[in-house]
């Protein structure tokens, strides 16, 4: 069992690694939710 700590330590990183991979594919991620927003506010 891993103490408290540990848990959130490990996701912690977890998140910072996410927020680097977001980053890299923020405008690919950016250009997808306009689309998507403009095909919604088009419904």
């Not at 690919?28 to 927003?37: L, N, Q």
């Amino acid at each position: 069992m891993l103490s408290y700590s540990e848990k959130w330590s490990r996701e912690k990183n977890a998140t910072s690694i996410g927020l680097n991979l977001f980053a890299d594919n923020k405008s690919a991620i950016t250009g997808f939710k306009d689309r998507s927003y403009v095909l919604l506010k088009e419904l």
